[in-house]
């Protein structure tokens, strides 16, 4: 029975360890190989990997995606629920997975801020002060790509430039959110 046992162990050793940039790497050996004149001899071989998985990012592409997509849906086919602007962004990122806090103040600590506008990426948060000059942030929206940020107003769900002449001025920090 021990000898079964050490077999089944031996198929089931692995060997997984953090490589290049934070890369997970598991080998896997295949000790056992039976022959025509010994059977069960233990041989070690060269291994093999089973899996590698890269280390997560702030925000994976994947859900960029989707974060894009369900705010095309829904500026296609408005929401029948009474959102404001910070309910809108939690309800497409909630779509994709992500659970955001309720307000405007709570989700502009949720990543890694961007004061470029130039460096925004598909699915980060942008965030507005309801004044030129002001820095309290009281609005936001989600920035979907070529200078564009959908948001919630007061006229409902559109899409605008950031260079907009209104907006501008009112552009505080974008963010990518690190969960």
Not at 30 to 58: D, F, G, M, Y
Not at 96 to 118: C, F, K, M, N, W
Request: zero cysteines; proline letters at 6%; a positive charge.
């Amino acid at each position: 029975m021990a000898r079964l046992n050490r077999r089944i162990f031996a198929y089931m050793v692995g060997v997984f360890f953090v490589g290049v940039a934070g890369t997970l790497v598991v080998l896997e050996w295949n000790l056992h190989r039976e022959n025509k004149t010994r059977v069960n001899t233990i041989a070690p071989r060269v291994p093999s990997v089973v899996i590698q998985a890269s280390a997560p990012t702030p925000l994976a592409s994947y859900r960029r995606e989707k974060i894009y997509n369900t705010v095309q849906q829904l500026l296609a086919n408005p929401p029948d629920q009474s959102l404001d602007a910070s309910g809108f962004v939690q309800y497409v990122y909630e779509q994709a997975g992500i659970a955001l806090p309720r307000t405007v103040q709570e989700q502009s600590t949720t990543g890694t801020p961007i004061y470029d506008p130039t460096q925004l990426l598909k699915g980060d948060l942008v965030f507005f002060s309801s004044a030129a000059g002001s820095t309290q942030v009281t609005f936001d929206g989600i920035y979907i790509g070529n200078g564009q940020v959908a948001a919630l107003t007061t006229h409902g769900l559109h899409t605008f430039a950031i260079s907009n002449p209104y907006w501008k001025p009112l552009f505080q920090f974008g963010i990518t959110v690190s969960k």
